[in-house]
């Protein structure tokens, strides 16, 4: 075990004892931060540096000391994972370590002499923390709820700067907790990724690429873009990564300028059939710059039909077929885009954006094998920040890159980019597959359950992680049930389906995607509860009181399940 030291000048009596009290533990490696004589200093640095030791995983465990211990234990207590208990006798550590993990001791030299730091130091290494045991699972929901603060401490300074927001961004921390979240493409980040993201990086100007900046002072710059590149390849197995792009819209846009000259056919699913606005929507700059072909689903099982879809590429000829969408509940067979691409001679783009996360993990087949390009954003199933990423094979690179920078951005997010290295981090680790695994069981069992209680569902069902109810088979529209389950604190979007006659501001449909719930490690057996509250609710649409006993029901529900 390796313990780091930290003292002041007040603490500096104590020092000597204190380090040989721990090395009578052989398996303990003391490493002594300081300070090393009497000469005045500010107990704040060696706080600090101890803290941060234990913060980075660098060592497991800190002792501090100084004239009373309150400092210490003050500045060392503002770290995220820190636990520093100001110990005066041994019971004081006993308690501390039995009850709340302590992994810092703090000593005051004004209590504690030389002689009796053993029996303390004793108490604090023998006694083990009782949270893991059923007895004690008190003080391990209790150590929860301190590290989490209802994720309020992440807020340390805005509430004093500018009430008016923190009270918005507390309000919405509140609602997150307190809802059934089913926007398909939201999730929850990590509170890593989202220190990442709003950490000091946002104060930087980096434009171009590592290596190769317009702007001085980029060293660490690079060091965790290249971080992000480097994983962004290996997560998928791509050639090359772009992790510059500001959003999914923009990383589309950065393919179509490097493969396409303005005027050239792009094939795409069209919006209205689960397509994205940036595929082509006459809406979208991507629509006004291009032209545009559209494919459909087949009526008739409103899946893609790749017969259809390849007969539409021998009439248009595209230059570029794209494939992805934003409203689709079925597995896409990329390696048939690809031969519909080959036949007619054409570039093939996938939009993986809402799948990612299932890439990721192994729950949906990649497209990376198959495509020339591929975009994405960041957040949704693969649940980092909200920003965009380019693969492709390494002979579209070049021109990759010079389509982002300068052809399309200037200066690159650098914190953004530092949460996006994070999540792909936390992609790469074996638990993410069951992640990904869950969300698309989660997602059949909603389906299974909404199609038992009588609703239709596009396409039959799902693959992935949405569903696409068609409300308007139930004498509804996607407007009402949106705005009547949000009531409830059952939060989605309305949705167009295919061959919709509604307007796209009413829809015949709602979308309810699993990531963010299952995020939150809701399971099979708890989409069954949430089926039952959408289907209650959409059958008695008229029932306002219906809907907030329902609100309540949530609430209590969603308190089990804690949001990261």
Known sequence: MKIAFGCDHGGF???????????TYPEVEVEDLGTFDRDPVDYSDYAIDVAEKIAEGAVERGVLICTTGIGMAIAANRFYGVRAALCEDAGDATKSRAHNDSNVLVLPCIHVKPEGVQAIVDAWMKTEYTGRTIDGMRHARRLAKLD???????LACLAGVDPEVHAAIRRHTEQEDATVNLIASENYTSRAVREATGSILTNKYSEGYPGRRWYGGCTHIDEVERLAIERAKQLFGAEHANVQPHCGASANMAVYLAALEPGDTILSMSLDQGGHLSHGSKFNISGKLYNIESYTVSKETETLDYEAIAAKAREVKPRLILAGASAYPRAIDFAKFREIADSVGAMLLVDMAHIAGLVAGG???????????????THKTLRGPRGGLILCKEKYAKAIDRAVFP????????NVIAGKAVCFKEALQPEFAQYAAQIVANSKRLAAHLLTNGFRLVSGGTDNHLVLVDMAAS???GKVAQEALDEAGIICNKNAIPYDTLPTSVTSGIRLGTASVTTRGLKEADMLKVAGWISKILANIGDTNLRK????????????????
């Open 13 to 23: 009596p104590l020092k000597e004892a204190t380090i040989a009290a721990l090395k």
């Open 363 to 377: 729950a949906h087949a990649s497209p990376v094998p198959y495509a020339d390009f591929v975009t994405s954003t």
């Open 549 to 564: 006993r329902i609100r309540g029901d949530v609430i209590d529900f969603m308190a089990q399940f804690q949001t990261p």
């Open 148 to 154: 989490t603060a209802k994720r309020l401490s992440e």
């Open 407 to 414: 052809g399309l951005q200037g200066g690159p997010l650098e």
């Open 475 to 477: 004498g509804l529209n």
